[in-house]
C-alpha cells in the first residue's frame, strides 16, 4: 500500500506544473493531539503533500522512469493555520530539470488565501550518488504507479484538451 | 554589456546565500563549498541550477564540479590518491582552479578544497567572455 497524501490532481501540465487537492478532515487521528483543543494541520505534513504534488510532477516528466527522492527543502514558509474541513490547494512549478535532479517552487493556499510557500529538490538517485546501487526495481514509482497513474489521468486528459482547444 | 568581476562575485554571493543558508559576510572569494559553507552532492546541483537562473546560462553539472566523476574511475584514482592520468584530466577540467597545492598531496578527499567560490567566480566569468 503507498500512502497518498493528496487527494485529486485538478490541473497537471507535464513537465511544467501541476495542482492537486487536499482534504483536511477531523477524521485524522493526529488532529486530535495536534493540538488538543486546537486541530490544525501539521506543517511537515504540508512539506509531505507538496513533496507528493512536486514528486509525481517530476516524475511523470521522465515517464515514472527515474526513482525520485526528496533531497532538499530549498524553503518553506507558513503563513496560517489549515483546519479540519478545509480543503487546500497545492501549486507545484518546475523551475529547473535534468538528468540527474529537478527542482520546484510551490504555494499552498487555502480559498485563495496564502498558506505555505515550499521549495523543494528531487534528485533522481540512479544518476546521483557515485555509481552506488539500488535495486532494480523502482520502488518510487514502481509497483505503486497505476495510483499515481489515476491520481492524474483526469486532469491530465483535460489539461490536453485545453492545450488542444489553445491550437 | 559585459559584467565585471564585482558583479559577478555578488551575483555568486546571492545564490550561495540562498542555496547554503550561510551569511553573506562568510560568502569569501577563498572560501571553500564543502569545508567552509558546509555544501553537500545535492546542494551543487541546487547551486547549478541557481546559477543558470541567475547569469543566463548553462551548465552542464561535470563542467563546473568535474571532480565528482573522477573520483568513482579506477583508471584515475588508486589508494585514495589521484593517479598521474587523473591528475592531467583533472587539469583539463578545471582549468579555472589553481590546483597547485592539490597537486603536493592529491588526495581525494581533499577535492572538496578544490571547490571555491573563487572557482565558481572564475568558471561564470569564462562562460559570460564565451558567450
Known sequence: MRWIWIDKFVEFESGRRAVSLKNVTLAEEHLHDHFPGFPVMPECLMIEAMAQTAGILVGQAKKFREKVILAKIKKAAFFDYVKPGDTIELEANIESIAQEAASTSGKITCSDKLIAEIDLMFSHIDQNLAGKEFPEENFVFGTGTSVFESLIRDALSESGQKTEANQ | ?131
Open chain 2, 1 to 131: 554589456m559585459a559584467m565585471s568581476r564585482d558583479e559577478i562575485f555578488t551575483q555568486v554571493q546571492e545564490v550561495l546565500v540562498d542555496a547554503l543558508g550561510v551569511d553573506d559576510d562568510e560568502v569569501t572569494t577563498d572560501a571553500t563549498l564543502m569545508g567552509d559553507l558546509g555544501a553537500e552532492s545535492i546542494d551543487f546541483l541546487d547551486i547549478v541550477f541557481r546559477l543558470e537562473k541567475a547569469f543566463g546560462i548553462k551548465i552542464p553539472r561535470e563542467e563546473l564540479f568535474p571532480a565528482e566523476s573522477l573520483m568513482n574511475n579506477s583508471e584515475y584514482v588508486h589508494n585514495g590518491k589521484l593517479t598521474e592520468k587523473g591528475m592531467a584530466e583533472l587539469r583539463e577540467k578545471m582549468p579555472h582552479t589553481n590546483l597547485t597545492s592539490f597537486e603536493n598531496d592529491p588526495d581525494i578527499n581533499k577535492l572538496g578544497d578544490l571547490f571555491t567560490v573563487n572557482a565558481i567566480i572564475n568558471y561564470v566569468e569564462g562562460k559570460l567572455n564565451a558567450a
